[in-house]
């Protein structure tokens, strides 16, 4: 047998290792973890990723609950012992990969499913991002489904349902306001540390190739909803709680996660506010956003 191939990453801050022991999978499959990339091995790992031919599989799991991933629906077991399986679908509903995980999420392995590269790769990029979000939930850290735009040296997150238009306004920011730099389009990490809110590019923006190994104080989070009038308020804490616990990855059924996502949004909300645009898709909506939640131009 060879002996695995393993790459390091820092992403957010934290640092993660895959090692290939299928000889089939190697890391063009993670082609968007290039620029998160370490050269030298680092000393504390977030969790391990074994790429395996077998991830030990329990067939007599029980199903828990599905974990919704862009309209891709994936099957969640608990194992005896605490630990988790993970059936990873593509919007077909075909299977991409099997993972299994211990109940702290450090050590997991995923076994590839298909024959066809997008299929394999599609596989291994969401079991990374499942075992990234379960693993830091305690850590002050969130992966958040949101388009996240710099300007100013801040980041603002603009958060919405899918096809809401949350990258549209990004992008009205971009061609409106001088200095504007898209960070990520769909997964920006934000973490909380001593008393600050930094969000993170990440491996993960959606149909938007943005993957960019860079960092920015949070200036403001937006949600957005589509409106005949452009209109901006500042969210009550409650609110703010309840738009952005659906916004972030996520699992209800582990009392661990749950908790430290939990927490990691009341320390957000406290330190950073929250707002709700309405809006239509033009640049005045972009500048009533920028000069409520950044200071006038």
């Known amino acids: 047998m060879m002996a695995p191939r393993s790459y390091y990453y820092r992403v957010g801050g934290h640092c993660l290792a895959v090692r290939y022991h299928d000889e089939a999978a190697d890391d063009r499959l993670i082609p968007s973890f290039a620029p998160f990339r370490l050269e030298e091995e680092p000393g504390e790992l977030l969790f391990t990723m074994n790429v395996t031919d077998d991830s030990g599989w329990q067939p007599t799991a029980d199903e828990i609950g599905q974990f919704d991933c862009g309209g891709c629906v994936h099957g969640v077991y608990r194992l005896s012992d605490g630990g988790y399986q993970y059936l990873i679908r593509d919007v077909n509903g075909e299977p991409c990969s099997r993972m299994r995980t211990g109940a702290d999420f ?121 409106r005949p009038e452009n209109t901006i308020r500042r969210l009550r804490p409650v609110e703010a709680f309840c738009n952005l616990l659906p916004a972030i990855s996520n699992m209800k059924w582990d009392e661990r996660v749950y908790g430290g996502i939990c927490d990691s949004i009341g320390e957000l909300i406290r330190i950073v506010g929250m707002y709700e645009l309405g809006c239509l898709p033009n640049a005045e909506a972009a500048f009533l956003c920028h000069d409520t939640i950044a200071g006038p131009l």
């Open 106 to 226: 450090s050590v997991c392995h995923v076994s590839l499913c298909g024959e066809k590269h997008a299929q394999r790769s599609y596989g291994l990029n969401n079991a990374m991002m499942m075992a990234y979000a379960f693993s830091s939930a305690q850590l002050g850290t969130m992966l958040m489904h949101a388009s996240v735009i710099r300007c100013g040296g801040k980041g603002y997150l603009m958060t919405a349902p899918s096809g809401t238009g949350k990258s549209t306004h990004t992008r009205l920011w971009y061609d409106n306001i001088p200095g504007c730099d898209l960070m990520n389009d769909d997964n920006p990490v934000v973490r909380v540390i001593d008393g600050q809110a930094i969000v993170y590019g990440s491996p993960w923006s959606g149909k938007t190739p943005c993957y960019r190994n860079t960092q920015a104080p949070v200036g403001g989070i937006v949600r957005i909803q589509q």
